[in-house]
């Protein structure tokens, strides 16, 4: 699949309906964004490089470095990125951790050493684990992959900032909950927390976020 390709999820009309049925809040969001939907990514590379770039920053300052990173590179494949100069990719507003692990991410796909084709087998807790081992790739990126890569429908990245934010503004009126709060909240959510946490998302920003 190309990176440009946008494919609803199978399961998320299904997803919808469960979610609208069984949580009115998650109802009310739902419905104020009827015609937008989580968009894959089918390109490895290209979704962990993205997550590496939004690390750390917010939505808006990281499409602005990413936009400037596609420039650089015109196309985000390995090889692409290991002929740039690493003064370019600084330039594009990438730190110089960011710069050397996308550089290393790069290297890892272009020598093989990362097994692309055994994720789609494992469960999600194989692929965090397996994906944790490449330099600069911690659970969050982790999990974003599995959101929007391997299109894993069940997925509660309780590490970002966004569904904390949403968790908080959406059931709590805003007020600090601790984190076995949300982790509750999350239970009832299940089995398509990975489509809870976009709505999630979209209640906080309307556009939505690629990987």
Request: aromatic share 8%.
């Amino acid at each position: 699949m190309k990176p440009d390709v946008k494919v609803k999820p199978h399961y998320w009309d299904r997803a919808k309906r469960a979610l609208a049925r069984n949580d009115p809040v998650m109802a009310a969001i739902i419905r104020r964004h009827p015609r937008v939907h989580l968009e894959p990514r089918g390109e490895p590379f290209h979704t962990l490089a993205r997550a590496i770039v939004g690390q750390q920053i917010s939505v808006a300052a990281a499409q602005s470095v990413w936009n400037r990173f596609l420039t650089e590179v015109s196309v985000v494949l390995p090889e692409q990125v290991l002929k740039a100069k690493t003064k370019d990719l600084r330039a594009c507003g990438l730190s110089e951790r960011k710069v050397e692990y996308i550089s290393d991410l790069a290297q890892r796909f272009a020598d093989g050493a990362v097994h692309v084709h055994r994720w789609p087998g494992m469960d999600d807790e194989e692929v965090i684990a397996d994906l944790i081992q490449v330099r600069g790739i911690g659970r969050w990126t982790a999990e974003m992959f599995l959101m929007f890569n391997l299109l894993r429908p069940d997925v509660f990245p309780l590490g970002d900032l966004g569904l904390q934010k949403g968790l908080r503004v959406a059931y709590h009126g805003g007020r600090r909950i601790s984190l076995k709060t949300m982790q509750s909240r999350g239970e009832t959510l299940r089995p398509w927390r990975s489509v809870a946490t976009w709505y999630l998302w979209r209640s906080l920003d309307p556009v939505p976020v690629e990987y």
